[in-house]
């Protein structure tokens, strides 16, 4: 079973709009498109249970983000300050054409 594209990047800003971060703001850190999956700054804390090691000789409970579905996440627009729907519009620059990533609503550009 194929999965669909994440529409968000690294470095974008999102809102979590559903699941147990839902409503949480934050900052995209990794995105795994074969998987449909991605980590967001602050949302979906997992608790890891660690052995002590040379690194951490203590050992203990570490709280780390997990992956969650890309489908649970908006990108939040800062122009509307909210969570939004995104469209992709062709931009001639250079004599070269490309797809940016702009706000449906107010059509503010994602991608510089």
């Known amino acids: 079973m194929a999965k669909a594209k994440v529409h968000v990047k690294k470095g974008d800003t999102v809102m979590v709009i559903s699941g147990k971060s839902a409503g949480k703001k934050g900052k995209v850190l990794e995105v795994m498109p074969k998987e449909g999956r991605l980590v967001v700054e602050g949302a979906n804390i997992a ?11 203590q050992g203990g409970i570490v ?6 579905a890309g489908s649970n996440v908006m990108i939040f627009c800062p122009k509307c300050n909210a ?7 062709k931009v001639t620059a250079g004599g070269r054409e490309k797809r940016i990533r702009v706000c449906n ?4 550009a994602f991608d510089k």
């Open 83 to 89: 969570p939004r729907r995104i469209n992709k519009e």
């Open 63 to 68: 709280e780390k983000e997990a992956p969650m």
């Open 105 to 108: 609503k107010c059509g503010e």
């Open 47 to 57: 608790k890891r249970h660690t052995r002590p090691t040379q690194k951490m000789p």
